[in-house]
Nanobody, 123 residues
């Protein structure tokens, strides 16, 4: 497991932008952003592997961009055109393995999690 620390959450109005960051303490192969709204299950938002290949949930395609700086061991999530339904606690997750297919959207695929950062979007 690696230690993950997220930052960058906050409160914005609908249509605004935020950038989340997640710093890892060690090696990771596959990293992802998940989010969890009150009363809902944790859901995958975006995934990236060490080769830079990305995947997005349909609900955020075209608005969110996941990226990483391998030298800094930092994962980012640029969130644009935010909507009230994006309001949630956002979590960074990591795995030392290459996670393929639909399994990368499952929380059990990741063995390291950050503490979460709150994103609130008002209408």
């Amino acid at each position: 497991q690696v230690h993950l620390v997220e930052s960058g959450g906050g409160s914005v109005q609908s249509g605004g932008s935020l950038r989340l960051s997640c710093v890892a303490s060690g090696y990771t192969y596959c990293m992802a952003w998940f989010r969890q709204a009150p009363g809902k299950e944790r859901e995958g938002v975006a995934v990236i592997d060490s080769d830079g290949r990305t995947s997005y949930a349909d609900s955020v395609k075209g608005r969110f961009t996941i990226s990483q700086d391998n030298a800094k061991k930092t994962l980012y999530l640029q969130m644009n055109s935010l909507k009230p339904e994006d309001t949630a606690m956002y979590y960074c997750a990591a795995s030392p393995y290459n996670i393929g297919g639909l399994y990368r959207w499952r929380t059990v695929a990741y063995n390291s999690w950050g503490q979460g950062t709150q994103v609130t979007v008002s209408s």
